[in-house]
């Protein structure tokens, strides 16, 4: 079998974007389900109730006694060539250089257009009225990767506040990063490959057995092998949902 078998991809290429280019690692081996990425970002940001601008999805499958429950933390994939971007009439929304696709608030007319080019149901309509007056209202609302925090140094608030180190940000153009190092050294999948978006969110997949993957595809065994592509698979059926 080969990596193309199981959706895995080879590491980004270097110099896209800007001098530096973000991205995020959700390593899948690691998440627990305890939420604590989303309750960090509703404080940070003030998400109101019934959107999120991450959240966690998990399924069960499998026969007793072999039951598994399965995460996937979810967000704006803050693509290379973002849908989004091109739906939007009024320019709303755009991608800065390093990486990011960001909200223009004071553009946003609220028409829903990004919404519907979102093929990863990464953005929400914000309600008329907000607990603090401040803050935007009947616009559209995504992941920013915490920009305002990236900017001043620190990691998103999610990546900040996962106790298992879930979530590792930072710029894949410096080779010496670790979230350049995770993409390197295990096999990655991004979500939806097929839309040609080109996600900057990759995710390691966990396996059935538990087993650390290897390093590189070909030093898999057989079993891990077929482990990753039970995985896969079910990762495939429920993240279209």
């Not at 270097?14 to 309750?39: H, N, S, T």
């Not at 590792?168 to 390197?184: A, C, H, Q």
């Amino acid at each position: 079998m080969s990596e193309r078998s199981f959706g895995l991809q080879a590491p980004p290429s270097l110099g896209v974007l800007g001098k530096k280019r973000y991205a995020m690692v959700i390593d899948l081996r690691r998440c627990i389900g305890c939420m604590a990425c989303v309750l960090a970002d509703k404080a940070e940001f003030e998400v109101p109730l019934g959107v999120w601008r991450t959240w966690v999805q998990y399924e069960e499958y499998g026969t007793y006694p072999n039951v598994r429950r399965q995460f996937l933390s979810r967000l704006c994939n803050h693509c290379d060539d973002p849908p989004c971007v091109k739906a939007c009439p009024v320019q709303a929304t755009y991608k800065h250089e390093d990486g990011f696709v960001l909200q223009r608030y004071e553009r946003c007319i609220g028409c829903r257009t990004c919404m519907v080019a979102c093929p990863y149901n990464a953005r929400h309509i914000l309600p008329a009225k907000r607990s603090n007056p401040n803050l935007p209202t009947k616009v559209v609302d995504k992941c920013t990767f915490c920009f305002h925090r990236v900017t001043q140094g620190l990691v998103p608030a999610c990546a900040q506040t996962c106790i298992g180190r879930v979530r590792i940000f930072g710029d894949i153009n410096d080779p010496k990063s670790e979230v350049r190092k995770l993409i390197d050294t295990n096999p990655t999948v991004v979500l939806k490959p097929e839309k040609g978006t080109k996600p900057q969110v990759y995710y390691i997949l966990a396996n059935r057995s538990g087993l650390e993957p290897a390093k590189v595809f070909k030093n898999l065994s057989a079993q891990q092998k077929e482990d990753l592509k039970d995985h896969q698979e079910h990762f495939e059926n429920y993240v279209g949902r």
